[in-house]
């Protein structure tokens, strides 16, 4: 896309998977990428490989120092740093505040410090990796779902508010995706997830098709959007049924 062409793009969580995925798809559209992600040989190997800067670290410290990489300005962030974070109600509260401060307060952070720059400009994107588990739920991750939960409202609620003065605003929602965050979903992910998972490039595609597009929700499983309307229009039948994955689910596990 020629709307790239010299764009300064941040990608969180890019060592791998998606971020790796979107890095080299940004950097071939002609953006000049960051790449970042808390384990710094696999950002510096990324940005190696497709001429980028590497700014390692956690996600939620590394704005200023990725704004100074692209000599002052970022048009495109991508929080796409996450947790997979399985667990019931009875995880840890550490358990439950990494998944909240990565999958949502990274989020909140970096919009803080970028969004008064775009405002002022009249424009920039923000791109939120969310997930399935946003707009639906998973089972045997608690944690997990309800900070993407949030990072979806985030999104949301940012795109709402700015659309008119410039901000665009990507929510990407796939189910399951070829990535060590499946790996790392354990028996859920093999249940639910990895029968239809997809590779990292399809979520990327279904991303640049959507900004083409200008939606905000971007559904690389197309099938989450008839999930989603039947959570909504019938829930109790929604729930019944995802109570049924979650026995069978146990029922495998025993």
């Not at 559209?29 to 510096?44: K, S, Y």
């Not at 590497?54 to 000599?71: M, N, T, W």
């Not at 002052?72 to 997979?84: F, Q, S």
């Not at 979520?203 to 909504?232: C, K, M, N």
Request: contains cysteine.
């Amino acid at each position: 896309m020629s709307t790239m062409q010299g764009a300064g793009v941040v990608v969180t969580g890019a060592g791998g998977g998606i971020g790796a995925a979107l890095a080299r798809r940004y950097a071939a559209e002609g953006a000049r990428v960051v790449v970042n992600d808390i384990d710094a040989d696999r950002a510096r190997a990324v940005a190696d490989e497709i001429g980028a800067r590497a700014v390692p670290g956690d996600a939620s410290g590394i704005v200023e120092a990725a704004r100074d990489a692209l000599d002052g300005t970022v048009d495109v962030y991508c929080a796409n740093a996450g947790l997979a974070s399985p667990g019931d109600a009875f995880a840890d509260e550490q358990v439950w505040a990494a998944a909240w401060d990565v999958n949502v307060m990274a989020h909140v952070r970096a919009v803080r410090t970028l969004l008064p720059d775009w405002l002022e400009r009249g424009g920039g994107r923000f791109v939120s990796t969310v997930s399935a588990a946003g707009l639906l739920t998973m089972v045997g991750a608690a944690p997990y779902s309800v900070s993407k939960h949030g990072a979806y409202a985030f999104a949301e609620w940012l795109s709402l508010t700015y659309r008119h003065r410039g901000l665009k605003v990507h929510a990407i929602c796939p189910q399951g995706v070829r990535t060590d965050m499946l790996t790392a979903a354990g028996s859920a992910g093999e249940l639910v997830l990895a029968p239809g998972a997809i590779e990292p490039e399809d979520v990327v595609t279904a991303l640049f098709e959507g900004i083409a597009a200008d939606r905000f929700l971007i559904l690389p499983h197309p099938e989450v959007a008839g999930y989603y309307r039947a959570r909504a229009a019938e829930p109790e039948r929604w729930l019944s049924g995802m109570n049924h994955l979650q026995r069978k689910w146990e029922d495998a596990g025993t």
